[in-house]
């Protein structure tokens, strides 16, 4: 499976920004997806996930993101609102085969992952 997230960008705090994730492989449906990120001089962190049918967020972003997918479209998004300057960050898209609820929101968990686009948050 390959992984190409698109849709980083520049945007003022309170702005929006919808990430796309675009995913080879016929069997797209059947992963968990997620979404992470890594600001400057931080470690990579959970944003969102999709698994078991559910969706999951981390606290710092719940109310504002909202991950989607599109199985026809091997695509799962990530919509930004209300954007705040320490959502900066290099944002990845990633793929769990064993679609494992319960590691959902462990970097380990995932078999696969994009290159990153970044979102730059300006005050």
């Known amino acids: 499976v390959q992984l190409q997230a698109s849709g980083g960008g520049l945007v003022q705090a309170g702005g929006s920004l919808r990430l796309s994730c675009a995913a080879s492989?016929?069997?797209?449906?059947?992963?968990?997806m997620g979404w992470f990120r890594r600001a400057p001089g931080k470690e990579r962190e959970f944003v969102a996930s999709?698994?078991?049918?559910?969706?999951y967020y981390a606290d710092s972003v719940k109310g504002r993101f909202t991950i989607s997918r599109d199985n026809a479209k091997t695509t799962v998004y990530l919509q930004m609102n209300s954007l705040k300057p320490e959502d900066t960050a290099v944002y990845y898209c990633?793929?769990?085969?064993?679609?494992?609820?319960?590691?959902?929101?462990?970097?380990?968990?995932?078999?696969?992952w994009g290159r990153g686009t970044l979102v730059t948050v300006s005050s």
């Open positions: 990633a793929a769990d085969r064993d679609n494992d609820y319960l590691r959902t929101t462990r970097t380990y968990a995932y078999d696969y």
């Open positions: 999709m698994s078991g049918g559910n969706t």
């Open positions: 492989g016929r069997t797209f449906s059947t992963y968990a």
